[in-house]
């Protein structure tokens, strides 16, 4: 397997980065000139979803980033002079929740609501058609084709993705499976994951037909488990006899492990390689994963492959990484917020701050910045997320990111040139439950486009 670029430095050692703790490094991004001066307002930034439930391993870090990011700019003046501040709300992934965390918004708000955060594509289903009546813009990270493009996946509403569509990142997967013949002979992939929405992306005929057209073979079936479930072998084994030698999974934190450990029991660790989509890469496996061991001494999810369709923490040459990297290490902030949604946080404050500098620009002042303006504004943007951690641009009619690559999770090892081949050369770190490897990310692919499988 060709590997075309390789991140080997690896989170939280300061030795990495040394610069970091002796000068402050300059926020990364090119942010537009204010032309209004908004002395004396308030910027909210506006955002629920599941704090303690299944998705908490993940969200957590949302609120600790932009927490770091609002002191940040209200340190230094705030943004265009106005000063920042976040409301939200912890929903525990309830939908009943979720609803009313959203008419108290509205209801609290009013005009002043113009842009929302979000966490879940539940969430995004849920509240589509109110957030189109509401006119009311939804960045979010990651949403299904329907919480973006409706049932018929044709019509675009108002909530924005920065990550590609999950259908779309498992058919990138199935392309690079497809170029890697060494690596995955007479593919095979079985779906054992999540029955909601999140879970289920990537299971429907159109992804099939697309990884049939490169040469890889999806099993109709998919063997469903609950974020609940401490025992899954019998979904494990259902994928395994029928034919599965790749297992694929739209799950996060606990759940890739649970599948990982599951093929340890089964001794199919060597043969049936994991995958899954952007949230499987994330540090949350990484340390959950390390409660089952493989044969050869590693985490279970060593090896586990997944989409990687933003820069990531060991990219270190990135002003961006090197930017927040100092700022979680200033904000004394833990192993476990090291993660995607922290990064992703940054990207999304930064993106806020722009979205309203280009629209308060425009209308004159922050009192008369709407949801359609917003909108407005985020359709002709072309913007680089904190210099270069993301892209932010939506062609026509588009509400997903249009590119990943494909990455892989292993651990490092102690002289930090690579990934370790086993507990005898492995890098051991201090980690919230004692002596732990450490996870790095092991880029395979440049970015490429993804294929465009919603119909």
């Not at 990651?142 to 569509?165: C, M």
């Not at 002979?185 to 054992?192: A, M, N, S």
């Not at 425009?362 to 951690?389: F, H, K, N």
Request: hydrophobic fraction near 40%.
């Amino acid at each position: 397997m060709k590997r075309l670029c390789t991140l080997l430095v690896l989170l939280l050692l300061a030795s990495a980065l040394p610069s970091l703790a002796q000068e402050m490094i300059d926020y990364p991004s090119d942010l537009t000139a204010c032309e209004v001066d908004l002395s004396g307002e308030t910027l909210r930034i506006f955002h629920f979803g599941d704090l303690s439930g299944p998705y908490a391993f993940i969200t957590q870090p949302v609120v600790s980033a932009l927490t770091d990011a609002v002191n940040y700019w209200n340190d230094r003046g705030g943004v265009c002079g106005a000063q920042l501040e976040q409301v939200y709300e912890d929903t525990g992934g309830s939908r009943e929740a979720a609803q009313s965390a959203y008419d108290r918004f509205t209801g609290n708000y009013g005009d002043e609501l113009d842009l929302l955060l979000l966490y879940s594509s539940d969430d995004g289903e849920l509240l589509r058609e109110q957030l189109a009546a509401d006119e009311i813009v939804s960045f979010i990270s990651a949403g299904s084709i329907e919480s973006l493009y409706g049932e018929d996946g044709q019509t675009p509403g108002w909530l924005y993705a920065s990550n590609p569509l999950y259908i779309n990142q498992f058919g990138s997967f199935c392309q690079f499976v497809a170029a890697s013949p060494e690596a995955f002979p007479d593919p095979v992939i079985g779906f054992v994951t999540w029955p909601n929405a999140f879970g289920r992306a990537g299971t429907e005929p159109a992804a099939r037909e697309h990884c049939a057209s490169v040469g890889v073979n999806v099993l109709e079936e998919p063997q469903f488990f609950l974020p609940t479930d401490t025992d899954i072998l019998t979904q494990v084994q259902n994928a395994i006899d029928g034919g599965a030698n790749i297992i694929y999974t739209n799950t996060i934190a606990s759940g890739p492990p649970l599948i990982a450990g599951t093929l340890v029991d089964l001794g199919m660790e060597d043969d049936v390689k994991l995958a899954g989509v952007n949230w499987v890469m994330d540090t949350s496996v990484g340390i959950l994963g390390q409660r089952v061991l493989k044969s050869n001494g590693l985490p279970s999810v060593d090896g586990m492959f997944g989409s990687m369709p933003f820069l990531w923490w060991t990219e270190t040459s990135s002003p961006a990484v090197q930017f927040i990297t100092q700022q979680h290490s200033l904000n004394e902030r833990s192993l476990a917020e090291q993660n995607i949604a922290y990064l992703l946080s940054w990207g999304l404050a930064d993106s806020v701050i722009e979205t309203y500098i280009q629209t308060a620009n425009r209308v004159g002042s922050l009192g008369a910045v709407t949801g359609a303006e917003i909108r407005t504004t985020v359709e002709s943007m072309d913007y680089q997320v904190l210099g270069g951690l993301l892209r932010f641009h939506f062609a026509k009619g588009m509400r997903d990111a249009t590119e990943n690559r494909i990455a892989v999770l292993k651990f490092a090892n102690a002289t930090m040139t690579g990934p370790a081949s086993g507990p005898a050369d492995a890098l051991f770190v201090d980690g919230p439950s004692g002596k732990m490897f450490l996870p790095i990310v092991v880029s395979l692919t440049d970015f490429m486009p993804v294929p465009q499988l919603r119909g």
